[in-house]
């Protein structure tokens, strides 16, 4: 792997439907990042991780959960989806310590709930 | 509350110049960013401004007055391959991004 992945990369999911997106970052950026992308809207942050065994709720957290088991990992669950969780999914990670705290994204997953 | 505004699109004809403007009111300023994002695909790193000036990188450069709340970025020799939507974001004091909705710049021949 080079960078960071998202899987899948497209899903349509019944509502009330339990639902994981992974990510996997072989960077060994110390954090991570969960957003959503919606139309006409700026990014919008769902979870953060600073630290693998650390989690935080970002703007928009209702409905999602996160864990971080370890560095590369940072999966974001939907425990009962819901149409207004329709949208495209991206993961993020940054190194806090390069001294700009950049932010790389994966490739995105695109949801759809019905 | 936080604020990042950008125009939401942009014309501007091949080989020419084009300046998109980004203002933002922000708790705190730890860094101003610019990603660009082509359609259907992830955003990806450009620019990242934190003190005040000019910072050029190649055909693209960032400007960014804290005093103001501004920033820009300058496209020169427009290509075709740059259409595509430019996202500006800032790092507050919590060192979260807040992210501007992004503005589409389209690329006439």
């Known amino acids: 792997i080079a960078g960071i992945t998202q899987a899948p990369t497209s899903q349509i999911l019944a509502a009330g439907r339990r639902m994981t997106l992974r990510c996997t970052q072989d960077m060994r950026h110390n954090a991570m990042y969960w957003y959503r992308q919606d139309l006409g809207l700026g990014l919008r942050l769902i979870h953060y991780s600073n630290t693998a065994g650390t989690t935080g709720k970002g703007e928009v957290p209702d409905g999602y959960s996160v864990s971080r088991a370890n560095t590369d990992d940072f999966p974001l669950t939907l425990a009962s989806a819901v149409p207004s969780q329709t949208s495209v999914y991206f993961c993020?990670?940054?190194?806090?310590?390069?001294?700009?705290?950049?932010?790389?994204f994966g490739p995105g997953t695109r949801l759809t709930v019905l | 509350g936080q604020n990042i505004d950008q125009p939401t699109e942009m014309t501007a004809t091949e080989g020419a110049i084009v300046q998109i403007n980004c203002t933002y009111q922000?708790?705190?300023?730890?860094?101003l960013f610019w990603y660009q994002q082509h359609a259907g695909e992830a955003p990806t790193f450009l620019s990242y401004n934190v003190l005040d000036g000019l910072e050029e990188k190649g055909r693209f450069s960032s400007f960014l007055s804290r005093s103001k709340g501004y920033s820009y970025l300058l496209l020169k020799e427009l290509q075709m391959k740059d259409s595509a939507s430019y996202l500006c974001a800032v790092m507050d004091s919590n060192y979260q991004l807040i992210w501007g909705a992004g503005t589409k710049l389209i690329i006439k021949p």
């Open positions: 993020a990670s940054s190194d806090q310590l390069d001294g700009t705290d950049t932010q790389y």
């Open positions: 922000t708790s705190g300023f730890n860094g």
